[in-house]
């Protein structure tokens, strides 16, 4: 079964310093992997993806994102934080070991930036 | 660019009414998936689309069901409703429904059963 974890429930950062949200994953074969963010009452929006190749990704708003296989990682980073990324992130994983496109996700954790 | 639309936003219903969700993907994508987020917990699948077919299933109700129709938008019906069932409900898009692609998401539906 494909599962994913988030060991944090909350990040606490300062404005201006690295942060560092992590997920690890299990899944049978290669995974895709994905990284959502949901601030208050509104939808999840789309982050980054790990498809293969480079294991680290880049995406949306300054975050990148590293794969390990051997530790079945993937930290989202971001060398600066904002107060404007207070949100709740949540990872996500999709096997491709013949099913469909849905996503799991992992628990999310709340990051908290302060100025 | 266009986005996911979710209708209503909010909705309150009492135990044992219905209800109807609908979803309006983003042009040209022909895959939703709804997705069931009770309060402070993660996203859960609960079922999806593709080209009109459902493709997958996974925790949804049997008083849950849910139909694509030739628009690529999709409806999610919730009958004999229960408390339990208040949680924010997600439509998510996607182009195909192939593993890799992204699945862009709708705002949500509120749904509060009394």
């Known amino acids: 079964a494909q599962s994913v974890a988030q060991p944090e429930d909350q990040v606490n950062v300062a404005e201006g310093n690295p942060l560092t949200v992590k997920c690890t994953y299990s899944?049978?074969?290669?995974?895709?992997l994905f990284w959502y963010v949901q601030y208050p009452n509104r939808g999840l929006q789309f982050l980054l993806k790990?498809?293969?190749?480079?294991?680290l990704v880049k995406g949306s708003y300054g975050f990148e994102a590293e794969f390990n296989k051997s530790q079945t990682s993937f930290h989202l980073k971001k060398p600066s934080a904002l107060v404007s990324d207070s949100a709740l992130y949540f990872c996500?994983?999709?096997?491709?070991?013949?099913?469909?496109?849905?996503?799991?996700f992992g628990q999310g954790t709340t990051l908290q930036v302060k100025p | 660019a266009a986005g996911v639309i979710q209708s209503p936003r909010h909705l309150i219903k009492e135990k044992r009414e219905t209800a109807t969700l609908k979803c309006y993907p983003i042009?040209?994508?022909?895959?939703v998936y709804w997705y069931q987020q009770g309060p402070g917990q993660d996203p859960q699948f609960l079922i999806s689309?593709?080209?009109?077919?459902?493709?997958d299933k996974g925790s949804i109700p049997d008083r849950f069901s849910a139909q694509q129709f030739s628009d690529y938008h999709s409806e999610l019906n919730m009958s004999s409703l229960e408390l339990g069932d208040s949680a924010l409900y997600f439509c998510?898009?996607?182009?195909?429904?192939?593993?890799?692609?992204?699945?862009?998401f709708g705002p949500g539906t509120r749904l509060t059963v009394l």
């Open positions: 996500a994983v999709r096997g491709i070991s013949g099913n469909t496109g849905k996503l799991i």
């Open positions: 998510a898009s996607s182009l195909s429904d192939i593993p890799y692609n992204e699945q862009f």
């Open positions: 042009p040209r994508h022909d895959t």
């Open positions: 899944v049978s074969g290669n995974p895709y």
């Open positions: 689309f593709y080209e009109k077919m459902q493709s």
């Open positions: 790990y498809i293969t190749g480079d294991n």
